[in-house]
């Protein structure tokens, strides 16, 4: 976007940030330039201590004690923030910037009413009284999507779900009406399917009032839904900066390609195209290379040319407003295939190993322990699940919190005992059998990889000694002599150096203590591993390694795995056979093709459509679901899902509501628990499509792990033939009918334009432009003014077509391709 | 011989100190030079706050330690009277005759009312409080976590029993309670030689515990370690236990097995200290059981079969041991000031015992006309409770810097 006559909201002009601690002086940020013009959302993005968030709090002028901005400037509308009173910016905090930080109950005041809360902000900034500030607040509160806002108003935070305080946190922020909204991962502690809802909601905000916002965030799939344009960091500095589809399509730094190269992106395939982890570990702060940051871990590094001097960013050829740190950026062909490991046969799977047949598992909940209270109620955390797993198979469970995924583990590993129904491993009834009371052989082969690394270890026992415990308690070795052998050995399975015995966990790296958790899982040569979310809590390029690793030792050693993630993404690369759950209900399960693709239980549909994808070229059905997943303390009657459930309608009469749903067989094993009809079934369309680019016989070659670059070929190689074709189309749609204004309709083509590069269209919109039947750029340049305003007044956009100069857009981008 | 001057007195005293000096220009020189490769004590030495409190806190034990060990310091024996030195002030010098007889020729910080050397009533003092308010304070710990933990861990009717039980003994009035423990009619239905027969015997139960959930999976060396450290640690318990309880059925060891006695009053006073400070420890041992149950290093040894000992005593307490540590000093303080508290109202230690709160009730009736006598111990009980208070600070501050 060429906005050159307009003056940014936040200019920041080489920002230097440090921290000052007892070891000296770490630098935090180091020459961090951006620009974000009104009613712009500017993406940051990259993995933990790359100074995303030193770069929020800088803006805000709130870094502590500690913290101190050593060097460049940051203007705000034009005046520099360094120049200003600390009562000036205090006014500013707040009122002109707003700020949404991750924790949505660390952000609000637990002893307050949230109405008093919200009633504060004007009545702060703005002086107003309170009536004023209680209609304002309440507006807000009915703006957020929030239902029944009076009652809300009148709740303390705890009494509402995570979602809905984080709904009000966005309320606070807006009510000032600020300029601009700095959002720090918002959603990262939210469920899948509220997160869709939260990120729409803010979207939606951000084009209703134009706030200009800096969107922080490690997930690039969450970037490129929400941003006009990204800045990608590492170690302290931005790397590579431009639009979103600038970066995605044309990545000009190798290490934005490695982050690509890492993500599950669909059409990756564990076997024929392995993820790629990015080598090596992040600098530490004091430890920084001359030049380059990224060399150390850079394929393409030379001596000579990066590690000279520091790097400062480059334009890239032929590109307006895309920047790179890289000094070869004309010399690496950043098209080439990156080199895969060789490529694995397939494991086929084996026997049975694990049989979970109708497991129900109930709590109790008293309400007086003392004295135990008359009324108990009971949590049905499991209810009826049945599946199977074979040898070398992996498993994945998929769902949100509290969809009794963990119980299912519990009950698995021996920590809880089932309340009915039968689970059998290798022949042997394990369901009621606690963990204490199981044979040592049976605790050794089936064991459990956990989420939070900085917690699956004991922070005060060496990585060793814990390792050795647990062969101790497996019965391995007959001498401490030859444990010691076998616990090297161990860490030699998940590549880490010997010398890591002695190290005490807090030595160690988030990814290297998932791989002690690895080790420790597999130290009993187990038939079943439980890897619940092993991977969630990683950075993105730390996540592949860790990933490759746990699949690699699996093929060796035949292990069953049953992966328990909420990720799709990682479960579409990583299992053989899915099993969808929800509120303790199996709802669907099948092969991973079969539930990735239609038809699909609504919820698959629904989760399958709220997981962000960073890919340009794929499109994806736009589905949220309204409110919240209910408690299990008091499910829904009926199906489970029909509280939330888009489709509810489609089913005849109350049958959702009256009747758990049968679990029906569509073929194959792929189940599926619902009332909706064949035929409503079948006509299901995928909510995921590959690009048309990808479906080209050149983008398969190059796959879809690089989907992004290989995308950027092809749109060059067929840019000479589409006009072509479009013009082909164009010619029928001319003859197509005008009523009342409507502009001209057409088929969907094999290849629609990607209406989301017109800025202020997103994927709303573009799906409300599609049933309108536009798909090509085409189509909106060749808008006259009473085409303009009929859509225009159809999307109640108050002229914003215009202002927005779509049709210019459309033009330019038409040009381009 | 002439009275010392102000000066003189301050020389003398400093000089008498001079073993102290030594040991602690030992300790800190070394520390600070190690003090990279010492973890938490080693990061003491990185803020002044904890140096202060660490140096105040090392003093008195030294002081303890040397007075007991070797004699040193202390200038004449803290129960010797010389009736011409009754309430003499500070630096006044011993008649010739005594003189003569090898004494040290000054009372350093004056007489008290009996004639006894307050100087070296104060540096005995210290020993008696190093020796007992560390000691009882770690034997509440074992009590308050071999309860504490399986209280937290556990949970529903055990922990609610408990934590009900910790409570009415909370709301016990502390004083009242100790003058009922201390009370000869109470001592001699042998009330408190049980009570510490039940108490002392947590540290023998925490022990054991320990070292079978560790070594259960090496039988050779857990059985034999098991006999050496329960055998001595028993036969401890026996002596400690059955000199009090005399003719009681808690008399188990004849007398040429009893190792050492301890004398009455003390045991009650220990007896007394542990019974009121091991409910608190409990709680806090119980909330941060709480807190660490749910972590995933704890799921992770329920899944590979610990039993739950091994997880409470191995997973969870090392865990939990940087606020422990820290309650632990404050706790030591606590204790002194309760020794004083006994002492003041003359309950536990015999009455000629040179320990602080004693001397301080003792001098408290001539306080208008001579101030020296309570005004030494008063002083040395508050450098060291303001030592702990801020070793313990500074613990807790470092623990909290990364």
Known sequence: ?817 | MDPLSWGGIIGAVLWQFLPVWIALFLTFAISIHFKSSLGLYGKLFDSMIGMIGFFLVMFWIYTGLFTALFDLISTHDPLAQIPEMKNKVPGWALPEARVDQGLYPHYLLGGDNLGRDVFSRMVKGSWVVIQIAPLAALFAYMVGITLGLPAGYYGGKFDTVLSFLANLILAFPVILLFYLLVTPEIVQTGIPAYMAAVLFIFPIVFVGILLNSKFVTRPEIRTPLLVVVLGISFWLYASLVSEQARGTIVDILPSWLDLFNIPGGVLVVFVSVVFVNSPTIFRIVRGLTLDVKSRDYVSAAQTRGESPWYIMLWEILPNVRGPLIVDFCLRIGYTTILLGTLGFFGLGLPPESPDWGSTINDGRRLLSVYLHPPLAPALALLSLVLGLNLLADGLREESLKD
């Open chain 1, 1 to 817: 976007m060429a906005k050159k006559d307009v003056q940014p909201i936040l200019e920041i002009d080489d920002l230097n940030i440090s921290f000052f601690v007892r070891a000296g002086e770490i630098p935090a940020v180091m020459d961090f330039s951006m620009k974000v013009y009104p009613g712009e959302t500017m993406g940051l993005v990259g993995e933990s201590g790359c100074g995303k968030s030193t770069v929020a709090l800088g803006i805000m002028r709130d870094m502590g004690n500690r913290g101190k901005i050593v060097g460049g400037s940051i203007k705000f509308k034009g005046r520099d923030m360094g120049d200003m009173s600390d009562e000036e910016l205090r006014d500013i905090r707040g009122s002109k910037i707003a700020m949404i930080y991750q924790e949505p109950m660390a952000s609000l005041n637990p002893s307050m009413k949230i109405g008093k809360q919200l009633m504060e902000v004007p009545m702060l900034h703005e002086d107003v009284t309170k009536e004023e500030a209680y209609n304002r607040a309440i507006e807000m509160v009915a703006s957020v999507k929030l239902p029944d806002p009076a009652r809300v108003m009148d709740a303390y935070p705890h009494q509402i779900s995570g979602g809905q305080q984080q709904r009000i946190v966005i309320a606070m922020a807006l009510l000032s009406n600020p300029d601009l909204l700095l959002l720090d991962e918002p959603t990262t502690a939210l469920d899948v399917t509220v997160e869709a809802g939260i990120v729409e909601l803010v979207k939606e905000l951000g084009e209703k009032t134009g706030t200009s916002m800096v969107f922080i965030s490690h997930n690039l799939g969450l970037i490129l839904e929400t941003c006009d344009k990204i800045t990608v960091m590492y170690s302290g500095e931005a790397v590579e900066t431009g639009t979103c589809h600038a970066v995605f399509d044309r990545m000009r730094h190798p290490y934005t390609q490695g982050l690509f190269n890492s993500i599950p992106l669909p059409g990756a395939d564990k076997n024929s195209r392995p993820l790629l982890s990015i080598p090596g570990q992040l600098p530490l702060p004091h430890q920084r290379p001359l030049g380059c940051n990224f060399g150390p871990r850079c394929p393409h590094f030379d001596e000579q040319k990066c590690n000279a001097a520091p790097v400062k960013m480059n334009p890239v050829q032929g590109e307006e407003k895309h920047l790179s740190r890289c000094n070869r950026i004309s010399e690496i062909d950043w098209n080439a295939e990156p080199e895969r490991p060789v490529v694995a046969d397939p494991v086929e799977p084996g026997d049975v190993v694990l049989k979970v047949d109708g497991l129900k598992k109930y709590y109790d909940v008293a309400a007086n322990a003392l004295f135990g209270g008359a009324e108990t109620r009971t949590v049905k955390a499991n209810e009826s699940v049945s599946f199977t797993a074979r040898e070398a198979e992996t498993v994945a469970i998929v769902g949100e919190s509290g969809c009794g995924k963990s119980t299912l583990a519990k009950v698995l590993l021996g920590l809880e005992t089932k309340t009915e129904g039968e689970v059998v491993l290798e022949n042997l009834e394990i369901g009621d059998v606690e963990v204490n009371d199981r044979e040592t052989g049976t605790v050794a082969s089936i064991q459990m990889v956990f989420q939070n690394p900085f917690d699956t270890l004991n922070p005060s026992q060496s990585v060793g000694s814990q390792i050795m415990r647990t062969l101790e308690m497996f019965k391995i070795g007959n001498s401490q002599e030859e444990r010691r052998q076998r616990m090297l050995e161990l860490l030699d399975l998940v590549k880490l150096p010997r010398a890591f015995a002695e190290r005490m966990p807090r030595q160690l790296s988030g990814g290297q203590k998932q791989r002690i958790g690895v080790a420790r899982a597999f130290a009993g040569q187990p038939k079943v591993v439980v890897a619940d979310e092993p991977v969630s809590a990683l950075d993105v390029s730390v996540q592949a390694a860790v990933t490759e690793l746990l699949m690699e030792i699996q093929r060796e050693a035949k292990t069953t795995m049953l992966f328990i993630s909420h990720d799709l993404s990682i479960v579409r690369y990583i299992a053989d056979r899915v099993v969808v759950m929800y509120l303790g209900h199996i709802v669907e399960q099948g092969t991973t093709d079969e539930i990735f693709s239609p038809p699909y239980h609504p919820y698959t549909e629904a989760l399958l459509s709220a997981v962000p994808i960073a890919d340009t070229s794929v499109e994806k059905k736009h589905i949220v679901l309204e409110g919240d997943i209910p408690s299990a303390l008091n499910p829904p009657s009926g199906c489970p899902f029909q509280t939330r459930c888009p489709r509810k309608a489609q089913v005849t009469g109350d049958l959702c509501e009256r009747e758990v749903p049968p679990m029906r067989n569509l073929g194959n094993g792929h189940m599926v628990k619902c009332h909706l009809s064949e035929d409503i079934l079948e006509q299901m369309e995928p909510v995921i499509v590959l690009g048309s680019k990808n479906k080209a016989p050149s983008g398969k070659k190059t796959g879809a792990a690089s989907v992004a670059t290989a995308t950027a070929m092809s749109v060059a190689s067929s840019a000479a033939k589409k006009p072509a074709q479009k013009s082909a189309t164009t010619a029928k749609k001319k003859t197509a009918t005008k009523k009342d204004n409507a502009p001209p309709k057409m088929k969907k083509p094999s290849k629609p334009d990607d209406l989301k590069r017109i800025s202020g269209v997103g994927p709303k919109l573009e799906g409300v432009l599609n049933g309108l039947g536009i798909y090509k750029f085409e189509q909106i340049s060749k808008w006259k003014k009473a085409e303009r305003e009929w859509v225009d007044g159809y999307l109640k956009f108050k002229g914003r077509i215009d202002r927005d100069n779509w049709v210019a857009q459309a033009k330019k981008l038409m040009k381009e391709g």
